[in-house]
């Protein structure tokens, strides 16, 4: 399960603000009848205030025990977290907000002591009302921080569910050279594929089996489509998080370069890959019904003879993929 996928949508300041105090607007405690007209008064704003306060601490601390700890997170997620909103400044914001929570009941509690010391309701309701004053001030300069939390939810929640013990297989490789119509062949005996926002980037998670057992397959678009000497650093720590989760890369190449590269650049992005990750990578030669035969033994000069030939689209060669990885996947 991504370990974001849980939290809740976090409202801005001046909802968090209006939700206080309404409730704080229909408490009523319940008092004696004989209680003194004085006593009534200061218990019911006593009790609005700390209704403010409590409802503003306990949601700003739910928040805050809502994300998971960073430093527990699987470094995929770890890392992955770090490119979409920066680790410091998660880390930093929901320290805040938990201390925000702390500044909220010691600003209620002076306020009530002041209400418990008022010689007529009309001062005791001029508390409560400086009560609210400062607490709504307070809030909405934690406006930017709840705002930040909440665009960080929505982008991790939309992160792959990986799960860190299934064994993992990574496509790579340019754009259009079919990685996704080998993710969706494979996965057709279990179609559970969705697609993930990712920067400007597409991850696209698919599951299949295999004799019993269960197999992650994970497809990188628009993500290796030039060397990495070429990358900027975040870029380059979404290459990192990948690895973090590949058992086996599977490299492939479209020899008819209808994907719009080259193949000389195709060729020259699987070097790159094969010097960068300490993974094993299969080479997957596709679109083989469609390619010269020359073009097809120039990337085998390069990816070795004993790469995969395919025709993804059409399925021809996924079986022989299939067993290729297991091999690797079940040493």
């Known amino acids: 399960m991504n370990p974001f996928m849980r939290i809740k949508p976090i409202q801005d300041a001046n909802k968090f603000i209006d939700m206080a105090f309404r409730r704080a607007s229909k408490v009523e405690p319940s008092l004696p009848q004989k209680l003194p007209p004085l006593l009534k008064a200061k218990r019911r ?8 306060a409590q409802f503003l601490h306990d949601r700003f601390n739910n928040i805050v025990k809502q994300f998971p700890k960073i430093n527990d997170l699987h470094p995929f997620y770890r890392d992955l977290t770090d490119v979409l909103v920066g680790v410091d400044n998660l880390k930093k914001y929901l320290a805040s907000l938990r201390g925000a929570a702390r500044v909220i009941m010691k600003i209620a509690n002076e306020h009530i002591r002041n209400i418990r010391r008022a010689t007529d309701p009309g001062e005791a309701a001029r508390e409560r009302k400086a009560a609210y004053g400062r607490i709504a001030s307070f809030v909405k300069k934690l406006n930017e921080r709840l705002i930040f939390l909440e665009e960080a939810r929505a982008k991790l929640r939309k992160l792959p569910s990986i799960d860190p013990d299934m064994p993992t297989i990574v496509v ?11 993710v969706r062949v494979v996965s057709t005996a279990k179609p559970e594929i969705a697609t993930y926002p990712f920067t400007t980037k597409t991850l696209i998670l698919g599951h299949f089996k295999a004799d019993s057992k269960t197999y992650q397959i994970l ?17 380059l720590q979404a290459i990192m998080a990948l690895r973090h989760v590949a058992n086996v890369i599977v490299f492939m190449v479209d020899p008819s370069e209808t994907c ?11 070097e790159d890959i094969k010097k960068s990750f300490n993974v094993p990578i299969i080479p997957t030669i596709n679109k083989v019904d469609i390619s010269p035969p020359e073009m097809i033994e120039k990337a085998k000069r390069v990816v070795g003879d004993d790469a995969i030939e395919m025709a993804a689209i059409k399925g021809k060669g996924v079986n022989d993929l299939i067993e290729k990885f297991r091999s690797f996947l079940e040493k």
Do not use: F, W
């Open 219 to 235: 497809d990188t678009p628009g993500l290796l489509d030039r060397p990495l000497s070429e990358r900027n650093q975040i870029e």
């Open 260 to 270: 719009g590269y080259s193949l000389d650049m195709q060729l020259s992005i699987y």
């Open 45 to 52: 704003e006593e009790a609005r205030v700390r209704k403010v």
């Open 172 to 182: 790579a490789g340019p754009p259009n050279v079919g990685k996704s119509t080998l």
